[in-house]
């Protein structure tokens, strides 16, 4: 009987060892996870404690026992913290928060409530003089949301050959996320209401924010928290109920449009939600021109000024040159949109056989052009017709079927003001010019703009008509712009020349328009509503930023750039475009030798 003994295989010479995985703090992983745990209920826990002893600090956190201000930030950022290191652990109820089992959320919520609780340890010390301002509670809440973050730093994962690239794989997405298991239309359907809730939750709260530091804190967690949603894979997974429901969330996102003027109590944070919605709408018609189509236009405030001039001109306003003339208000949208699409046919028929610079530059000058006539238009230097630099006053409010839109009215025991009535007249023309939008995308002439951006020499050579397809887009964008237009004249009761520039302090302008749909992302739906929502937010919640809108603005599309150039919320297509797919099917590239090839007759 003969022994054969087993000689261990040799892993073959090209063979890549896979990368050890530990921690940047050396310590076991059930330690690792226990300092999350415990880290974030502590952070959670020390807003029930006394931050300062002054009243003087936004938010009074002299209180013990209840959190105020910064501190409800602080406490949903350790809670955050402390439900995904629950979800760690792989208890039931709690495993679908972390599909693919990565770090990276974990890290992220416990960064972010560092970030808030630190943020306003520091703000305290600097506008009441001092650390000594700080009260026991501070100290506590400074330590205890230090906690979590070591531990998260001490969870295992592959090294990099630098510490820059281990920070960034701590960080990061996993290239896979695992399939969810079906789950029937009605759960669907249940999920994507309760996310229509909490949007809606989370942008009243943003809204009503009542001062600056509050209002940095709130974009430090809402930055971190959609970031580890989006690393663990649940926007992921979200947009693929979004797009199996389509139809059923657009009508939950509107029912939560409507329903934003009666969570408030102030018509002022009314008056931010229309216009919002003013400039979220001329940016969903920008992005058509723009995201779809691929012209870039730096001009586009004027079809919104064209819009808005001449429904104040036919709207009744005693300053008008019609002051006998008073349309409905349909028949002044639809002139407002008429006269804005017959400026765009013009402006576009001449100009779209350009391309790139040169369209921008022509475009450019259409925006000043239109700004200096209307400035001139005072009967002294052009024709009399809209009163110069002082525009059309008085513009009277809207009479809509005997609903007067300047007079508050009660509904169901909500009072609505003047500003909440035109911020549900402009989600009902929202809900039309995302129709139009949609179906126009969806449509033959929306894959013809497609074509047309990816490669205009390519399609022309399909056989698209380059140019009447950028002149239907130019026109579409412009009528979009000009409806916009004459329901902002009714808001503002006057129109003025100063606004409609390429670029000002204050919105509209095409720069702040061009920078939302670069910013919420080309060629989508919400991302030019939320590119506006941003940038009409920052400045008028954060005052030091009023003055200074071109330089945050610049400041933002660098970054932008930088991390994530194909917007906040993303098109499938531009994300494929600027990112790598991971895509296994590429086939290997040889190199041509100096060997002479082989051929039959030789062989």
Do not use: C
């Amino acid at each position: 009987m003969t022994e054969t003994t087993k000689t261990p295989a040799t892993p073959p010479a090209d063979a890549v060892p896979t990368p050890a995985k530990r921690g940047l703090i050396p310590l076991p992983l059930a330690a690792a996870r226990a300092l999350l745990l415990i880290g974030g209920i502590a952070t959670a826990v020390s807003t029930f404690l006394a931050w300062t002893w002054t009243s003087e600090f936004p938010g009074d956190l002299t209180v013990t026992g209840y959190p105020g201000g910064l501190q409800w930030l602080t406490f949903i950022a350790g809670a955050l913290t402390a439900v995904f290191a629950l979800a760690s652990y792989e208890i039931r109820g709690l495993r679908w928060l972390l599909p693919a089992r990565n770090n990276a959320p974990l890290v992220l919520t416990a960064v972010g409530g560092l970030a808030v609780t630190w943020f306003t340890a520091i703000e305290i010390a600097a506008k009441l003089g001092g650390l000594a301002n700080w009260e026991p509670g501070m100290w506590v809440a400074v330590i205890a949301s230090l906690v979590p973050v070591l531990g998260a730093l001490a969870l295992p994962e592959e090294a990099g050959e630098t510490t820059k690239e281990t920070l960034k794989a701590y960080v990061a997405k996993p290239d896979r996320i695992p399939a969810a298991e079906p789950v029937s239309p009605w759960v669907q359907r249940a999920v994507i209401t309760v996310a229509s809730i909490i949007g809606l939750a989370v942008f009243t709260y943003g809204i009503d924010t009542e001062y600056g530091e509050l209002f940095i804190g709130f974009l430090i967690v809402v930055v971190f928290a959609v970031w580890a949603l989006h690393t663990a894979g649940l926007l992921d997974r979200f947009s693929q109920l979004v797009a199996a429901n389509r139809s059923f969330t657009l009508a939950m996102g509107f029912l939560a449009a409507i329903a934003f003027p009666f969570t408030q109590t102030d018509d002022h944070y009314a008056n931010i939600g229309v216009n919002i919605l003013i400039f979220g709408t001329v940016a969903l018609g920008l992005n058509i021109v723009v995201g779809l189509a691929g012209l870039l236009d730096l001009g586009y405030v004027a079809f919104l000024g064209v819009g808005a001039y001449t429904a104040a001109l036919v709207s009744g306003s005693e300053f008008s040159k019609f002051s006998g003339v008073q349309f409905p208000f349909w028949a002044a949208a639809l002139s407002g949109a008429a006269a804005s699409l017959i400026f765009g046919v013009l402006i576009g028929a001449p100009t779209l056989r350009l391309r790139g610079d040169y369209l921008a530059i022509v475009t450019l000058g259409f925006g000043e052009i239109f700004r200096i006539a209307v400035n001139n238009m005072d009967g002294d230097s052009g024709p009399d017709l809209t009163n110069g630099p002082n525009g059309i006053p008085s513009i009277p409010d809207l009479n809509l079927l005997g609903f007067n839109f300047g007079q508050p009215h009660d509904i169901g025991g909500f009072t609505l003001g003047r500003f909440a009535n035109y911020y549900l007249l402009m989600v009902l023309i929202m809900a039309l010019v995302v129709l139009v939008y949609t179906r126009a995308a969806d449509s033959r002439i929306g894959r013809s703009w497609i074509a047309i951006r990816e490669d205009e020499t390519a399609a022309t050579a399909m056989g698209i008509n380059g140019f009447r397809v950028k002149l239907i887009a130019f026109a579409l964008g412009a009528s979009l712009a000009g409806l916009a237009g004459t329901v902002s004249a009714h808001v503002t009761y006057s129109v003025v020349p100063n606004p409609y520039q390429f670029a000002g302090s204050t919105p509209p302008n095409s720069a702040f328009l061009l920078a939302a749909v670069v910013l919420g992302g080309m060629g989508t739906v919400a991302g030019p509503i939320l590119g506006a929502a941003l940038l009409y937010l920052l400045p008028e919640k954060l005052d030091f930023l009023q003055d200074k809108s071109l330089l945050a603005f610049g400041i933002a599309l660098i970054l932008l750039m930088r991390f994530r150039p194909e917007g906040i919320i993303a098109n499938r297509r531009r994300q494929l475009e600027f990112h790598e797919t991971g895509q296994l099917d590429v086939p290997d590239t040889e190199t041509l030798t100096d060997e002479p090839a082989v051929t039959k007759a030789g062989a």
